[in-house]
């Protein structure tokens, strides 16, 4: 975690505490900001997907060792045109990979990124602490019950259609950030009824063309400030900033860190608290150097104990 305090940027009401049960953390998003470290075991993801599990916890060692605050494990790829692979898939890629983490690292969170509710449900029942929806509670309407049950908060994205057709059910721009702030302000609204707490994603990448992923980016301050939840960004290494390094010649996934580090020290500046990055080092120091420039101070660590 780095200190980020509150009475920064005060215009930005949407920051809480977020109670992990699992792993009995709390996410102070009022005061801190958290990195999270991407951990796939889909072997088809659009950068870097594990098959053996063993590399994979090796990964997340790892990634504990740079400093992350949650870790984010996912069996499904949802990169734009994936199929979707049979839920007994899904399980069995991430179960000893969640089980072998919060065995030898208790107190670190883990998410489940998953929008079933039958995997949801096995994660939580092998100590993951949240559930990571990108259908905002849309494709399986059990998973906010399956949260209820858990006492675990839900990431809510926006997205257009399931990843295997969503590039082709797009947005107009005029109606881009009106209809974000309705889809997410919907799931909010059952997840408070149900007493589940959440945090919202904007979902770039997810149905969106290349350059409406920059208007988002540049209003996230509005959806912080008009929705008043949590704020979490994925842009690791996507493919609108291919776009914006090249339109002619966008490099590959492999080349695209540097333009991470520029799009997120930027979303913190807008209202992003919660970062979900394949690079965890890198990340940290760049949020690090822009939280010291932004409270004027050097920028302080706490971490998890």
């Not at 102070?28 to 916890?57: C, H, Q, R, W």
């Not at 695209?256 to 807008?270: H, N, V």
Request: contains cysteine; proline residues 6%; aromatic residues 8%.
């Amino acid at each position: 975690m780095i200190y980020f305090p509150s009475n920064i940027q005060e215009n930005l009401r949407s920051r809480f505490e977020i109670e992990l049960p699992a792993c009995g953390q709390t996410l102070d998003t009022k005061n801190y900001v958290f990195v999270m470290g991407i951990l796939n075991m889909s072997p088809d993801s659009f950068y870097f997907g594990y098959e053996n599990e063993k590399e994979a916890i090796l990964s997340a060692e790892k990634m504990i060792e740079e400093g992350v605050d949650i870790i984010d494990i996912g069996g499904q790829s949802t990169r734009p045109g994936a199929d979707e692979i049979l839920e007994e898939e899904e399980i069995r890629r991430i179960k000893n990979v969640i089980y072998e983490i919060r065995k030898n690292f208790p107190r670190i969170p883990i998410s489940v990124d998953t929008y079933r509710s039958s995997v949801a449900e096995i994660a939580l029942d092998l100590g993951a602490d949240i559930v990571n929806d990108i259908s905002g509670f849309r494709f399986d309407e059990k998973i906010p019950y399956i949260c209820q049950k858990y006492k675990a908060p839900a990431i809510v994205m926006h997205i257009t259609a399931k990843p295997k057709i969503m590039q082709s059910k797009l947005l107009e721009d005029t109606e881009l950030i009106e209809k974000i702030k309705l889809y997410l302000s919907s799931s909010a609204n059952l997840a408070e009824n149900l007493g589940i707490k959440v945090i919202l994603d904007p979902g770039i990448g997810f149905g969106k063309k290349p350059h409406q992923n920059l208007i988002i980016i540049n209003r996230l301050e509005e959806i912080a400030s008009e929705l008043n939840y949590p704020l979490l960004l994925g842009v690791s290494r996507k493919s609108f900033i291919g776009f914006c390094i090249s339109q002619e010649n966008p490099p590959p996934p492999s080349e695209r860190l540097e333009g991470t580090i520029s799009a997120i020290s930027i979303a913190l500046q807008k209202g992003a608290r919660i970062f979900r990055v394949h690079d965890v080092l890198p990340s940290r120091k760049a949020l690090k150097t822009a939280i010291s420039i932004l409270s004027e101070r050097f920028a302080e660590e706490k971490f998890f104990s």
